[in-house]
C-alpha cells in the first residue's frame, strides 16, 4: 500500500489521522514530518493506542524515528497493551531504530513487557544508553 496515492483532503479529521499512521508505517519521512510541522499532534495515537513513533519503529523506519524524536515525539509513550515503541523494535530486531530510541531517551524499563525484558526474551543485545556526565570530562 503506498499512502501518497490517496491523500486525504482534509475535510475528515479520522480520515487525515488514518492517512498519517500510514505515513508512519510506510516510513514516508518526509510527508508525515511536514504535517507535524504543520501542527498534526505528534504524540497521536490510532484505537490500539500506537502513535507515530511506535508505528515507524515497528516497521523499520530509522529516519522516521529520528524526524519524530527531533520535533518532540515521547518514545517512551505505550500502547494500550503496555508496549513501548523500543520493545517493538527490539521484537522485530531492528538494529538502527533500537539505536534511534536509545539515543532519543527510550527508557530500558518502560513497558510490559520492557525493553530489557523483551531483549532477553529473543536475544538482543542492548546499547546501554550514553549518560553525558559519564562522558564530559573532569575539571
Known sequence: MNPLENIPDGSDPAELATWLFDLARAGETDHLAAYVDAGAPINMRNQNGDTLIM?????????????LLERGGDPNLTNERGQTPLAGAIFKKEDAVITALIEGGADLDHGTPSARQTAAMFGVDLPEASNPEADSPES
Do not use: F, I
Open 55 to 67: 508505528l515507524a519503529a515497528y516497521n523499520g523506519h530509522q529516519g522516521t524515528v529520528r524526524a
